[in-house]
């Protein structure tokens, strides 16, 4: 089936630091999302992508979907203790598994105050 | 706050045992997904219900099963528990039958002894 591909897998940064991170995958999405997920606690959307070179801003964050469709890239400016967290990015399962959502192995960020 | 609410948040039990996790989704949402998220695991896809009918089915156990009313408040229900089971039960709903846009409930943790 589809995988998403998310690196790096884990981050640990320095408080004010910016933050890059990206998902990739095999096969071309039509939708790209991003959430994240603080410690047992469900997944927050944070910003949803619906074309090709789409930049969306949320705050501090931005995200872009690839021109390729086969990528998407999430950036936070000026990181901030609250961002700790995992991030996912996530997409509709393609042809056959359209009607659910596949989700990244997440990007762990750490921050040191 | 997603507006999508599930009970218990917590549920403790024994191997064998039979359990059910509801879910309410977001007012005027149709869908529900149910996703399973085991430690250090991605969100794993279950189920999805729209309008009170089956959508979609992922990595669901034939263990498992699930419902939605016409209330639209939907419900997991896990039989014949195992020590694997135990993980975090998310519950999702979107205004339409896509896959896009999911907002996260807060999850049940289970707990199998």
């Known amino acids: 089936g589809q995988q998403l591909n998310q690196s790096p897998q884990s981050m640990f940064i320095q408080e004010g630091e910016d933050v890059s991170m990206n998902c990739t995958s095999s096969s071309i999405f039509n939708t790209w999302l991003w959430y994240k997920q603080d410690p047992g606690e469900g997944p927050v959307l944070l910003i949803a992508l619906y074309k090709a070179g789409e930049l969306t801003s949320n705050g501090r964050l931005t995200a872009q979907f690839g021109i390729t469709r086969k990528d998407s890239f999430l950036n936070i400016s000026a990181s901030i203790p609250s961002d700790v967290g995992i991030y996912f990015c996530?997409?509709?399962?393609?042809?056959?598994?359209?009607?659910?959502?596949?989700f990244g192995q997440g990007t762990r960020l750490t921050i040191n105050p | 706050d997603s507006g999508v609410t599930q009970t218990p948040k917590h549920l403790i039990t024994a191997t064998g045992q039979r359990v059910t996790l509801r879910c309410s989704p977001r007012?005027?949402?149709?869908?529900v997904y149910w996703y399973q998220q085991s430690l250090d695991q991605g969100l794993q896809f279950l189920i999805q219900y729209y309008n009170g009918e089956e959508r979609a089915k992922g990595n669901i156990l034939e263990r498992f099963s699930a419902q939605q009313f016409p209330d639209l408040h939907s419900e997991l229900n896990l039989s014949s528990l195992e020590l694997g089971d135990s993980a975090l039960y998310f519950c999702a709903s979107s205004p339409h039958g896509g896959p896009y846009e999911q907002y996260f409930g807060p999850g049940t943790r289970l707990t199998v002894t």
């Open positions: 007012s005027g949402d149709l869908s």
């Open positions: 996530a997409g509709p399962g393609g042809i056959q598994g359209a009607q659910k959502l596949v």
